[in-house]
């Protein structure tokens, strides 16, 4: 079974709009990154936060970390179309890695 | 290389057949990762590599299922004798560092199985 779950499963918005995915787990854990998918391939990584840190940003990417509520969110503001995938949060517990199942985004032109 | 190539990119197989799937890590990377992907689904866990050293294989559904990485690089799954509960996608994924350091994982495109 996967440690962390995402909400909401699908999220459809506007383009120009904020997306907001949220994901919760359940251990103690070293850091919690954020993957992309485009469907048929692989994960690519966007963003890695450690579990000392509370909030980061990469360009249009803003992620928080809140290991009280064992929760995290991840950001996309002024969403593009090329946005369109599934976004996977991945929690690293030190000997293991445990993705989620997963938020589809799919951002309309 | 550049990145993490797998291959084949499809296969299909007919139940009870053995199948082998590839893995080429980037090169100098130490760490790397199986995961089994069903549709719609995150990445689940199948085993870890260290070098040559297969440190965690608890993820692995059943015996049916067995990985190497004789050198420290090319790695190999195989699935003996596949069902059909076998069929998802295969992702491989290297990281630079031995696991628990601050690891970003690179994923390739995965090979997806398909048992008939």
């Known amino acids: 079974s996967q440690q962390g779950e995402e909400d909401p499963q699908a999220l459809s918005i506007q383009e120009g709009e904020n997306a907001t995915m949220n994901c919760s787990y359940k251990?103690?854990?070293?850091?919690l990154q954020w993957y992309r998918q485009n469907s048929g391939r692989g994960l690519v990584h966007l963003i890695l936060?450690?579990?000392?840190?509370r909030e980061k940003h990469s360009g249009r990417l803003r992620v928080t970390l809140d290991t009280s509520k064992k929760s995290s969110s991840l950001l996309i503001t002024a969403s593009r179309a090329a946005d369109t995938a599934s976004y996977f949060c991945?929690?690293?517990?030190?000997?293991?890695?445990?993705f989620g199942s997963g938020t589809k985004l799919n951002v309309k032109p | 290389g550049a990145g993490v190539s797998q291959s084949p990119r499809y296969k299909v197989a007919k139940r009870g057949q053995d199948v082998a799937l590839r893995c080429d890590p980037i090169?100098?990377?130490?760490?790397l990762f199986w995961y089994q992907q069903a549709l719609g689904q995150g990445p689940e866990f199948l085993t870890y590599?260290?070098?040559?050293?297969?440190?965690?294989k608890s993820g692995l559904p059943s015996d049916r299922f067995f990985a190497e990485r004789p050198e420290g690089s090319v790695s190999t799954l195989k699935i003996q004798r596949t069902q059909q509960e076998d069929s998802a996608v295969y992702l491989c994924?290297?990281?630079?560092?031995?696991?628990?350091?601050?690891?970003?994982?690179?994923f390739g495109a995965g090979t997806r199985l398909s048992v008939l």
């Open positions: 994924a290297s990281s630079l560092n031995p696991r628990g350091a601050q690891n970003i994982q690179y």
């Open positions: 251990t103690s854990i070293n850091n």
């Open positions: 936060i450690r579990s000392n840190e």
């Open positions: 991945a929690t690293d517990t030190f000997n293991k890695f445990y």
């Open positions: 090169s100098g990377h130490v760490s």
């Open positions: 590599f260290q070098n040559e050293a297969q440190l965690d």
